[in-house]
């Protein structure tokens, strides 16, 4: 019988990589194709060097990435600023595309949202291994900002 | 009286258990390998992970055996006058009841994950000064584990009939299967790379099934065997043969009117009551004890062996004029 399943599957998998003919990895909801010559709608938390908030706008080192990344795909950033768990509450329910602040790789957010690789590279991070936040499984969307920051401030 | 148990084994079957030892070695080294090599790309990949703890589980079948081994060698003495054969039964339960609870366990887990939607997060790592999604080793990591399980599967498959081991066997079983875990994780892994996300959890929730139906086969024939049910083939499909030869045997003595026997499974040999109904009211002792060595010479698993003179067989054993009902499981 199980022989049978797993002929199934792998015709299945067949048909999913065939069939589908899309990039992978590609996003659940699509934010990545959405962003891309559109609007990228960042929410900032405030940290130190790394995020300055100023009327409604974020600056600083981390911020200037993020409009770096939406630069490279052709997109605006719409800037929102809140404190952590509301921007993680924002890229739950899909009023956010990403989520930056003071978080590092020990975040706590990790089974509510995606979360990047760990970068220390980034000017006024310090110690810390600073990520972003995204929503949930949007994985060609964390690919793309993952290799832009790769580039930027190295792994 | 000498000991009646046996320790000791013929020689095929000693060449055999060599070349078991020898391949639940090597299983359980190839074993940690793939576990190291999955834990460093695990992810995000509810599939993986399942198909990660499957690994482990999968090693407790060998630990038990490679254990129990040690233990029935050890003869009969006063506190375990049936030997320690047991042993090998006991491990079997563990390996049984180990796999039905984690598998349980993952399965909710996958069903949870599915009801919640929660879209598995796999991100890149950077290799050799590329960006690389993390998926694309998982598959590699899989897609490179896969043969293992078919050559050690198939060895031992080979090796647990003339052993008449049920847990090889049982080990072997799962190895056979082992690429449909492998299978199903690639499919759920790429079925996240495609964005449906829910294959992750599909594909998880069917390795989960395979774990407690594994667990569910070995825990039931396990029991069955500590249970004393009567003797059947390493494979559990039929009542052990050596049960009519057994009779046969007896049958075939001059003195012997009807016989039957009671045989239940020690894990590797086999404990024999055969019962006899002589045709006069006497029976000389040296034809009871030629009775006994002339059943421990048909097959080297049944060396613990007693023959009992009675009046009327009992209902519940085993022989050809219709003492042999099988009742229950």
């Known amino acids: 019988m199980r022989r049978a399943v797993g002929a199934v599957m792998a015709v299945l998998l067949a048909v999913v990589v065939a069939g589908c003919a899309v990039q992978i990895p590609s996003d659940p909801r699509g934010t990545l194709d959405r962003v891309t010559g559109g609007i990228l709608r960042v929410g900032a938390s405030p940290s130190g060097e790394l995020v300055r908030v100023d009327a409604g706008e974020a600056s600083g080192p981390l911020a200037d990435l993020v409009e770096g990344f939406a630069r490279e795909r052709g997109a605006e950033v719409d800037w929102t600023v809140g404190g952590e768990e509301d921007l993680v509450d924002g890229l739950e329910t899909g009023t956010l595309d990403v989520a930056i602040g003071g978080m590092t790789d020990a975040t706590p957010w990790s089974d509510r949202v995606s979360v990047t690789r760990g970068y220390t590279g980034i000017p006024g991070a310090g110690e810390r291994a600073v990520v972003l936040l995204l929503p949930l499984g949007e994985n060609a969307l964390q690919s793309a900002l993952e290799a832009f920051l790769d580039e930027e401030v190295g792994p | ?329």
């Open chain 2, 1 to 329: 009286m000498r000991s009646m148990g046996r320790t000791d084994l013929p020689v095929a079957q000693r060449e055999a258990l060599r070349k078991a030892i020898r391949w639940e070695w090597f299983t359980i080294g190839y074993t940690s390998v793939t576990i190291v090599l999955i834990a460093l790309v695990v992810g995000g990949s509810q599939a993986m992970k399942t198909a990660w703890i499957e690994d482990m589980l999968s090693l407790i079948p060998q630990v038990s055996f490679l254990v129990a081994l040690l233990l029935i060698r050890r003869p009969p003495s006063r506190r375990f006058p049936y030997g320690l054969h047991r042993a090998m039964g006991v491990g079997h339960l563990i390996a049984g009841v180990a796999l039905l609870i984690i598998g349980t366990n993952l399965a909710i887990e996958s069903i949870v994950g599915l009801a919640r939607a929660e879209h598995p997060a796999i991100g890149t790592v950077r290799l050799f000064g590329q960006t690389i999604w993390l998926g694309w080793l998982m598959v590699a990591v899989m897609a490179v584990t896969v043969v293992g399980p078919f050559f050690y599967g198939h060895a031992k498959s080979k090796l647990a009939p003339p052993l008449h081991n049920k847990v090889l066997f049982a080990d072997a079983d799962m190895a056979k299967a082992d690429w449909t875990t492998t299978v199903a994780s690639i499919v759920g892994v790429l079925g996240v790379g495609a964005g449906q996300w829910w294959l992750d959890f599909a594909a998880a929730l069917f390795i989960s099934c395979g774990i407690v139906w594994d667990g569910w086969k070995n825990t039931r024939s396990a029991v069955l065997d500590l249970m004393d049910q009567r003797a059947r083939t390493f494979d559990d499909e039929e009542p052990h043969p050596l049960a009519s030869r057994i009779v046969a045997q007896l049958e075939r003595q001059p003195w012997v009117r009807e016989a039957s026997v009671r045989i239940r499974d020690m894990g590797q040999v086999f404990h024999v009551e055969a019962f006899v109904v002589p045709w006069r009211g006497r029976v000389r002792l040296d034809r009871v004890e030629a009775a006994r060595e002339g059943i421990a010479k048909l097959d080297w698993k049944v060396q613990d062996v007693v023959v009992v003179p009675v009046t009327s067989l009992p209902e519940e054993t085993s022989s050809p004029h219709g003492g042999g009902k099988e009742t229950g499981p």
